[in-house]
């Protein structure tokens, strides 16, 4: 049994990533997340560093990364 990310479409997608958008440089179906590692499908894409042309599962992969780069922020508050 194939699952979602199998078959001819089932590979990883090369994408430069864009202020509110992303293009597709090499066709795949999925991006793995710069933080966790999981798989995350192209049209669930919505979280991503255009300095460090990563991508993120969520919000919180991307502000965990985001204190990693910059721990000073967590002093704040």
């Known amino acids: 049994m194939m699952n979602r990310f199998e078959g001819p479409g089932g590979k990883e997608a090369r994408i430069r990533y864009l202020?509110?958008?992303f293009q597709?440089?090499?066709p795949g179906a999925f991006v793995r997340c710069a933080v966790t590692g999981e798989s995350i499908p192209l049209d669930e894409l919505k979280y991503w560093s255009v300095a460090r042309q990563e991508p993120y599962i969520n919000a919180t992969?991307?502000?965990?990364r985001e204190i990693e780069v910059h721990p000073e922020l967590r002093k704040r508050g």
Do not use: E
């Open 19 to 21: 202020d509110g958008d």
């Open 24 to 26: 597709v440089t090499s």
């Open 61 to 64: 992969a991307s502000l965990r």
